[in-house]
């Protein structure tokens, strides 16, 4: 297994990556158009690319997770330990922090805003709940069926939920509370934050959940890749 410290580092770059795309290629889009729905579009298809490329280079190095909530179920799972869950996440929201900081930079705005975008309500918290059980169910079926297609897997699925979901499916703690300090086309107001973090939460939960008894196989392991060994 590879050090602690490179890991922590590839959790820290790939969020900082991941925010800054998300945040830069809003602002680009805001830029660009005022037309809601091209700069969503735009938006979406640099973070679905983004995801695909830190993912792909990444993850040899960490799993490239960069999002706390799927650090949590793999710690759940027993496959990290509880310190270093622990450690991926605190590094993950630095680097997630720094990298949008870094697209403010980019685009000669102020390092620190607070967002005004209001996101809040019922439709909001359960749309991030459907995201993030979404994205984890992805993740653990896609590693286990799937392994080499993990990073298409999971930028397809952010890339659908952008549009599919009424919160644009931030789908991720981390990547929440950068966006909290963006006052641009990506930011959510910080008072927004605790609901979209409790509701990833509870979906990443939920999906665990379910995708441990939907993978299980008959002898109480997971389940053969081969379709005809399954009973």
Known sequence: MID???RLTAEALGTGLLVATVVGSG???GTLTKDVALALLANTVATGAIIVVLISTLGPISGAHFNPAVSLIFALRRELPVRDAGLYALVQIIG???GAMVAHAMFALPLLQ??????SGGGQWLSEGVATFGLVATVLAGIRFER?????L???YITAAYWFTASTSFANPAVAIARSITDTFSGIRPLDLPGF???QVAG?????TLMSWLLRGPAGGELPINPEDRS
């Open 4 to 6: 602690l410290p490179r």
């Open 27 to 29: 602002i680009m889009a």
């Open 96 to 98: 997630g922090v720094l």
């Open 114 to 119: 607070a967002s005004t975008t209001v996101r």
């Open 148 to 152: 080499k297609n993990v990073p298409l």
């Open 154 to 156: 999971v930028g397809l």
């Open 197 to 199: 973090v409790a509701a």
């Open 204 to 208: 990443a939960l939920i999906a665990l």
